[in-house]
């Protein structure tokens, strides 16, 4: 995952949910020096409450990404901050950065 690009995580979610699966991996694949390069905001919500679970990120360019990972797969994530990124790259490259 190309984290690169990324400035700003902020998670949602029931720890003990089996649909919270997508953003504890989510946050699991983030490198270590991240918290140096990317503001990351987590809320753990209690136990019993029913509130969805939601992944936010904001990129370099100012693009709002707004993920609902109940519905979505690591890999539909992953597939979905990659695309963007290798965007940002490609505009990187094309300008010489």
């Known amino acids: 995952m190309i984290t690169k690009f990324i400035t700003d995580v902020s998670t949602k979610f029931n720890p003990f949910s089996k649909r919270a699966k ?5 946050l699991a694949q983030l490198p270590p020096n991240s918290r140096q390069t990317m503001k990351i905001n987590t809320k753990l919500l209690p136990r019993g409450s029913k509130e969805a679970s939601t992944l936010s990120l904001k990129f370099k360019d100012g693009k709002e990404m707004q993920l609902d990972t109940e519905k979505l797969s690591i890999k539909d994530v992953m597939e979905e901050v990659d695309r963007h990124s290798r965007g940002l790259n490609r505009q990187a490259d094309l300008l010489g950065n």
């Not at 997508?22 to 989510?26: L, N, P, V």
Request: proline fraction near 0%; hydrophobic fraction near 40%.
């Open 22 to 26: 997508t953003c504890r991996i989510f």
